[in-house]
Every structure is written in structure tokens, then in C-alpha cells.
């Protein structure tokens, strides 16, 4: 396909789904959102039994938000295989958003002090190789943007459809998206935070565009970071995000219909509506959900039916045996 015209492709990509779409009117189905589980090889219990509750239940997949371990806990081949083969057991598909402590926070001591870009690699490689590959069981049809020879690079951006609603993975971490700075810190670590973003930016922008040209009933966009809607002074922050909610922002006013904001990184379960237009007005069909996080290790349960105006709803699925009670 990388000789095929990239209108020619786009053109493919939307005959596909369009197909998939009108032979059968559109039913509702549930997903199982989850993040920053598990943190470290004594989450292993509670874990299971968050896989075993989903597992359970008729879910089409499992989005995970990032974060596959705590920030200081080893980066090597060895503990993400670790966790890729957790995630392998799952029945249903497993579709994962890198997280900043999977690769980025990698060059802390006690992480390893590991080259952040270098440990990028190795994630992209047990994760991600080849493009569009997902642990877990049943399948997934996902496109990624690494079928573009443009973004060769960047397997991890994803996207698919179920049912007429679009889904898009976008690579932006915490640790200002990969901007904290650090002792070891080079130019590359700069080069990789100003390409992987325009990258995330070009794939969000793109699949606005389809989604729309599809009559998408509704998209939700996936990321790790929380990127800090709320107003604040950290000039580190605003240059980490700003770009990315602007772009946001543009893409939900000119869809005029539900979009959703997927997160994990603060560890703090919250349904809400933080995204305004340039007046300082809420926009109302956009809704943000932050996952639960370690170590409150439950999910929640995303209801997805394309013949609600809402299109998607939210329940939070308690496992009483993970709960923190006193």
C-alpha cells in the first residue's frame, strides 16, 4: 500500500468502514477503560481481579490509558515483556496508549537511568511490532499512522471503528509530555517531543477529518497525560499542552457532535466538561474521563450505542475486594 495515493488511500479507508457500517444497522456495545495499572509485581492480585471482573463481562475491548508500572520501577525488556504478557491474557482485544513512566521517566536512578528515547524503542518493539499488533484475545481491525511512510515511526497512534463511532490513540505523555527536564537530558530528547507531538497532531487532525466525512456518530480520543485544562502559571505546562487543546478545541466545534477525552496519569476517577471555546463557554458535547489509577484498582465501564445523541455513557465498576475502605 505505500505506493497507493494518499487520497486514493483515505478514499479505501472510508469505502471500508462505510461498508462495515451500512450492513447492519448499528448496535450498542460496552468497553472496559482502564490506567496506571498495574505499578508494581505486588499489584498482582488486585490485577487479576480486575482482569478476571472484565474478562467476565461482554466487553469488545480493553483501552488501557498508560502508565504499565510506577515511575521508578525498572524499564527494562525484561518487566515490559512482563507486562505485555500480562495484558496477553485478557479475552478481548488490548489496546494500549503509552504512559510517560513506560519510557519517558526511564531516566531515573532507580528506574535504571536509561536514555528515555532508547527505552521509547523498546516499548514501540514489544508493543507495537509489528504496526496495528495487539495483545489480549478475540480481534480488532486498528489502523495506524505508521502505514503512512511519513510516520513510519509512530505504530502507536491508532484508530478504529465499531459501529459507525471512532476511536484515536494519540501518543502525549505526562512529565509535560515528555518535556521535564532532567540531568542527562540532549538534544534528541527536545527533537523526539517536538516530532511525536506534531505526529499525534497531524493523526488527531486527520481522523477528525474522516470521522466526519463518514457521519461518525461520535469520537473518542485516547491519550495518557491529563493536560491540565484548569487555568495555571506553569510556563512548562502551557508549552506541553497548549497546542494540543487548542487543536482539540478546533476539532470538537467544527465536528458539532459527542467527542470524548480519554485519560489515566493523575490517579483520579472523574467524568466532567473542562474544554471551552475561546470565550471562556463550555462546549457541551465534549466530555473528559479520567481513569482510576493505582492504587484504586477498578474500571469503568464505557457504553457505546450510535443511536444515542449522547452516543456515550460511563459507569464505574467497583471491585470491593480492591477497594481502600479506611
Known amino acids: 500500500m505505500s505506493g497507493m495515493n494518499p487520497a486514493v488511500s483515505r478514499s479505501v479507508v472510508l469505502g471500508f468502514f462505510a461498508c462495515i457500517t451500512s450492513a447492519h444497522p448499528a448496535t450498542a456495545f460496552d468497553f472496559a477503560f482502564i490506567g496506571d495499572v498495574p505499578y508494581s509485581d505486588e499489584d498482582s492480585l488486585r490485577f487479576n481481579r480486575l482482569q478476571e471482573r472484565i474478562d467476565a463481562e461482554d466487553v469488545a475491548f480493553?483501552?488501557?490509558?498508560?502508565?504499565?508500572?510506577?515511575?521508578?520501577?525498572?524499564?527494562?525488556?525484561?518487566?515490559?515483556q512482563q507486562r505485555h504478557d500480562w495484558f496477553d491474557r485478557f479475552e478481548a482485544p488490548f489496546i494500549l496508549v503509552p504512559g510517560d513512566n513506560d519510557w519517558t521517566d526511564c531516566h531515573r536512578e532507580h528506574a535504571g537511568a536509561w536514555s528515555p528515547v532508547e527505552r521509547l524503542a523498546a516499548l514501540r518493539r514489544i508493543f507495537f511490532t509489528p504496526?496495528?499488533?495487539?495483545?489480549?484475545?478475540?480481534?480488532?481491525?486498528?489502523?495506524?499512522?505508521?502505514?503512512?511512510?511519513?510516520y513510519a515511526n509512530y505504530p502507536e497512534h491508532m484508530r478504529w471503528q465499531k459501529e459507525g463511532v471512532w476511536f484515536v490513540n494519540l501518543h502525549i505523555v505526562g512529565s509535560h509530555n515528555g518535556l521535564r527536564?532532567?540531568?542527562?537530558?540532549?538534544?534528541?530528547?527536545?527533537?523526539?517531543v517536538e516530532e511525536r507531538t506534531a505526529a499525534a497532531l497531524a493523526w488527531m487532525r486527520q481522523s477528525f477529518m474522516e470521522a466526519s466525512a463518514a457521519d461518525a456518530p461520535g469520537i473518542m480520543v485516547n491519550i495518557h497525560a491529563n493536560p491540565r485544562?484548569?487555568?495555571?502559571?506553569?510556563?512548562l505546562i502551557h508549552k506541553a499542552f497548549d497546542g494540543f487543546i487548542q487543536a482539540l478545541r478546533e476539532e470538537v466545534i467544527a465536528f458539532g457532535g459527542p467527542v470524548v477525552l480519554t485519560h489515566g496519569d493523575s490517579h483520579y476517577f472523574r467524568i466532567d466538561?473542562?474544554?471551552?471555546?475561546?470565550?471562556?463557554?463550555?462546549?457541551?458535547?465534549?466530555?473528559?474521563?479520567?481513569?482510576?489509577?493505582?492504587?484504586?484498582?477498578?474500571?469503568?465501564?464505557v457504553s457505546?450505542?450510535?443511536?444515542?445523541?449522547?452516543?456515550?455513557?460511563?459507569?464505574?465498576?467497583f471491585i470491593r475486594e480492591n477497594a481502600i475502605l479506611r
Open 229 to 235: 485544562f484548569e487555568a495555571h502559571t506553569d510556563t
Open 304 to 317: 457505546v450505542d450510535p443511536t444515542d445523541p449522547l452516543v456515550f455513557r460511563f459507569r464505574q465498576e
Open 181 to 192: 527536564p532532567f540531568a542527562a537530558r540532549t538534544p534528541a530528547d527536545d527533537a523526539e
Open 273 to 301: 466538561k473542562p474544554l471551552t471555546n475561546v470565550s471562556g463557554r463550555r462546549l457541551d458535547y465534549f466530555t473528559r474521563v479520567e481513569s482510576f489509577g493505582s492504587p484504586h484498582m477498578h474500571w469503568i465501564r
Open 62 to 80: 480493553v483501552l488501557h490509558a498508560g502508565d504499565i508500572k510506577s515511575g521508578i520501577a525498572t524499564c527494562s525488556d525484561e518487566a515490559l
Open 131 to 150: 504496526p496495528g499488533r495487539l495483545p489480549g484475545g478475540g480481534h480488532l481491525e486498528v489502523e495506524t499512522q505508521a502505514s503512512d511512510p511519513a
